[in-house]
């Protein structure tokens, strides 16, 4: 058998070209700490999946909203910490009864609501409009008079014309080209809150800032 001049048979030089043995011996304990971060997240979303499929979704329920914020946020986790840039959420939770509501469907509005801020702040970042500002997200809860409850979602984003503000509730809005958008995950979101909450949604935003998305439903 043929040795070379670290007097290892070729086989096994090659072998260890081939996995990468080097590389391995150097971040073996960087690649087990992402490992045990991703399986840790991964055994937290499965848990959390398993709470809200548990849940009736015909059936209204009293749950803690908070809960489900933290679902969504288990969810986006990594769109949030994109190498290039990272989205700061600031979250500002006020104390809250639990609600009356649709779970998945509620989950389902506010999960669109907070993919559009990270799109957002997404194009806004590849468009190099920030500069010592930060790309953030802030979810604010806080309980309203006569029984009613707000949650306030707003990103520093790109923003919405006054124009665009009136019709992004409208099916088939979409100021995203036609093979990435159809217009109708806010339509959804305004059905579940206005029409099955009895609850408000409305959009406050202007260009260059950002949006903010107002959400109140009846406790
Ligand atoms: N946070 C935000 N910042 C800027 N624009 C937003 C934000 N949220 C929504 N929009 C605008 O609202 C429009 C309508 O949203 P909607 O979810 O109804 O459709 P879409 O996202 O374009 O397509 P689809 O959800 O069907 O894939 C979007 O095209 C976008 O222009
Ligand atoms: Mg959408």
Request: net charge negative; glycine share 6%.
């Amino acid at each position: 058998m043929h040795r070379n001049s670290s007097n290892l048979p070729d086989e096994v030089i090659d072998k260890i070209k081939e996995i990468e043995l080097d590389y391995i011996e150097e971040n073996l304990s960087k690649l087990l700490g992402r490992m045990r971060g991703g399986a840790n997240r991964i055994s937290k979303i499965v848990k959390s999946l398993q709470v809200f499929s548990s849940l009736d979704t015909a059936k209204v329920i009293s749950v803690d909203i908070h809960v489900i914020m933290d679902s969504i946020l288990l969810i986006i986790q990594p769109r949030l910490q994109n190498p290039l840039f990272q989205i700061q959420v600031i979250q500002d939770y006020g104390e809250l009864p639990l609600v009356n509501c649709f779970p998945n469907a509620l989950k389902q509005a506010i999960m669109n609501i907070i993919n559009h801020a990270i799109h957002a702040l997404e194009i806004k970042f590849y468009q190099n409009k920030y500069g010592v500002e930060q790309p953030t997200i802030s979810i604010r809860t806080e309980k309203l008079e006569n029984d009613w409850l707000g949650i306030y979602i707003s990103d520093n984003g790109l923003g919405i014309t006054e124009e665009n503000c009136s019709k992004i509730f409208d099916p088939f809005f979409t100021t995203k080209p036609v093979s990435q958008g159809k217009g109708l995950g806010l339509s959804i979101s305004y059905q579940i809150i206005v029409e099955q909450h009895e609850g408000r949604i409305k959009c406050i935003s202007s260009p260059e800032k950002g949006a903010e998305f107002v959400i109140e439903i009846p406790i």
